[in-house]
């Protein structure tokens, strides 16, 4: 509708209706299936409320959306169409890696692609906006949500921040788009412990430098709404710090879209400390210009009062309405509320055959090759005895905690994957255990009855027999592929883990199995970098395949016969053990540092029970065929500011395999006035190598690339020394200095 028909419908509006355009209410309060996957909690609202809320959350589907649609425009005295707002986080029906996997792509193009068909489906279905990309940079494996981030650098998680908000809005036009709602705002992946919902506390300049980039690069790519943070942010409940939302986000990074609560986080202002009951976090949400209340009662109950007591404009009120039924005509639903959606139109969009290809080819692009020994890997299909062991062998539970829209009837298994390889009768498959025999655990999660945990851990006598088979068939065969991991909601949201190891009882299995002489080859199932010790020496290859989605059996099995040379690398660090956490590889050098400090012996940076580097570094994974590196060059010693030095290295492929290598460049400000960390993700470049091929890869560095943040928040650029490092990881690198001078 035109602009000033909008005005007039708004100046037409109650202070009720306004007020339930500010609403956000789950499914159950509908009638419809409700995803809800936050805390249950009795809301103490109106009927009315409901009649009037604007937005309804986790409620997906042509025939439901339609239903509650028409209902919903009934009851509205002016029939101002809902919004469906829900996680579309890695996938609709057809399920993508974890953003985890997604992040070890380093491929932003294909995953632009896969949030496009994203869009497509869960548009489809009738859903208009998601709550995603999640692109909070993640530091603690602890932490279960480190399975929704791309991961721990923010420069690597800009780049997907930008792919996937233009993956999901690219054909909003076309009404088969979706709205991206970034989350969460801001630097929840910094809560401290690791441990779910728990305060960040950050540095300024560590704040601007390692956490906010991915956020902006969303905004910049015109992200349309933003979904504040659980968690308090240097003492501040980030729904309620004004500086965070007024200041850098609407003010400075000039955000005009909607800004939504994450899920009854006004109401929990009251929880932290910081609101003295539902009135108080009203006014302090509002007033820091918190538009929409997901799933709690502040809001309904308090907002019109506030606004009658002149303690909140009916100005600010009608300027935080107008952006919602600014969002809902540009979406077109007052022309369109069904937004072109059907019951037929949806079952041709959804896992379509296309759609599945990609999915599959992601997934084996997500997969890290993180050892392979004596290139035991590929295998040869048709030649080897192979025997399938371990929970996941022949689970369809490969989706993850967070695809709350996926069904897991859709899954290939590795099963179902392998033996489209294998000649019949070459392959035998036990799952040999359970995915965990923790009781204790299962209960902890909250989720489970006990009844269904009982259904869970298997008898003594049935897991001996399991047990027992995959022993039997693991001595007949060449070739043991173990597939192993966690539980689906061992990680994901309140997913926090002080041990970050496989289940005991398949840490035995394990054990057992690589004490008869065959080769072992692991496929880790799992939303998190896992601790690995206990397991790298037993295994002779071992391959990182998250939750891997809906083709994941398939992608596992094009990655292990050799169909997809694996690219995959690692975008978070895996950690030697879990005292290490927080671990990432952009941290300080300190002044002691282990290797390079005039002290000897202990008194440097170190710990005294674990090494200090990570098992497995960020950026690391291997492919089939190895590539050297060599003859890093540089085109100047020294640049003045606003000079680009160009930057050159050589690849050779001295293998007989074709392969994608991701040529990653990181720089060292070595002395500057807020230090710097011993490495910077500055660029990168996935390129193809053909066999025998020479490639020569080069990059430019501008000086606007070389700036740092103050403790003022202020971007800084400062002559001097500078390392460029150059190679396949963060850790195996050419070096090459150069100094920025003020002038020649
Ligand atoms: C959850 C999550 C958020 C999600 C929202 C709606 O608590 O923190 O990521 O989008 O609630 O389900």
Redesign the pocket.
Known sequence: METKNLKELLDDMSIEEKVGQLIQLSGDFFEANNIS??PKQKLGITQKTVDLTGSI??VTGAEITTKIQKEQMAKQPHHIPVLFMS?VIYGYKTIYPIPLGLGATWNPNLIEKAFQNTAHEAAASGNHVT?AP?VDVVHDARWGRVLESPGEDPFLNAQFAKAMVNGFQKDLAKGSGQVSCI??FAAYGAAESGREYNSADLSISNLSQNYLPPYKAAVDAGAKMV?TS?NTLNGIPATADKQLLLDLLRKSWEFSGIIIS??ASIFELIKHGFATDQEDATQKAFDASVDIDMKSPCYANNLAKLVADGRLSLAKLDEAVWRILTLKNDLGLFENPFNRVSVAQEKKALLTESKRKLARQVAAEALVLLKNKDNILPLKAKEQKIALVGPYSDSKYLLGMWAVHGNVEDTITIKQGIESYVTKGNLKVATGTDITRDYKMLKSMGYFSDEQIDQMISSEDTENKQHEKAISIAKEADTVIMALGEHTLESG?AGSKTSLRLPKNQQRLLDEISQLGKKVILVLISGRPLVLKDVEAKTDAIIQAWFPGTEGGNAIADVIFGKVNPSGRLSMSFPYTEGQEPIHYNHLVTGRPQGASQHVGRFVSRYIDAPTEPLYPFGFGLSYGKIEYSDFVLSQKEITKNETLKVAVTLKNNSSWDRWETVQLYFHDEVASVVQPVKRLIDFKKVFVKAQQNLTVEFEVRDDELKFFDNQGKLILEAGAFDLFVGPNSRDVLKASFSLIDKK
Do not use: A, T, V
Request: charged share 30%; aromatic share 14%; no cysteine.
């Open positions: 996957i936050g959350l986790n996680d709550f999640m989350k969460h979904m659980l994450d899920y949201e």
